[in-house]
């Protein structure tokens, strides 16, 4: 097992008229398509806590509260081939249960079925983490995984 655990399992997008987003446990991946050609001086990206903004050249790319709180400081973004804009959030609730159903409040909402697939992900994601041991990147999941799936903290050893 190398390699981070949604590297070795695929993600799981959810489409967006500028790109897409996906996420982790811990972070929230954001991919803007710009215009090829543009350069870091043409883009203009606040993340907070709360609430994102970027613009690139001027015209806004996306902008609104956030569906959950992030952890400022530790927000980046970069320009990749002059025409991909990468955001990486991280998340200040990281456990499964805290699945985001769309980036910004009531905006890009992932529908039903790319929801239910980010919850799954995120699920066998905690297994994997509980059980290092054992490789879940290509497990399948059903019954109860929703908010996290089973909570097996109080079994006994």
Not at 38 to 65: F, P, Y
Not at 113 to 127: A, H
Request: hydrophobic share 35%.
């Amino acid at each position: 097992m190398s390699g981070p655990f949604e590297e070795r399992s695929g993600v799981v997008p959810c489409a967006t008229p500028w790109g897409c987003w996906y996420q982790t446990l811990e972070e929230v991946f954001i991919e803007v398509q710009v215009p090829p050609g543009t350069r870091a001086k043409d883009i203009q990206c606040s993340l907070q806590s709360r609430h994102l903004a970027l613009a690139v050249r001027g015209l806004e790319m996306l902008k609104g509260r956030l569906f959950d709180c992030t952890i400022a400081d530790e927000g980046t973004w970069t320009l990749e081939d002059r025409k991909l804009i990468r955001i990486v959030l991280m998340k200040t609730n990281r456990d499964a249960g805290n699945c985001w159903t769309s980036l910004l409040e009531n905006e890009y909402a992932a529908d039903p079925w790319v929801q239910d697939q980010m919850q799954r992900k995120l699920t066998l994601e905690r297994f994997q983490r509980e059980n290092p041991g054992f490789d879940f990147s290509g497990a399948e999941i059903s019954g109860n995984y929703s908010k996290g799936g089973p909570d097996f903290s109080k079994l006994e050893k």
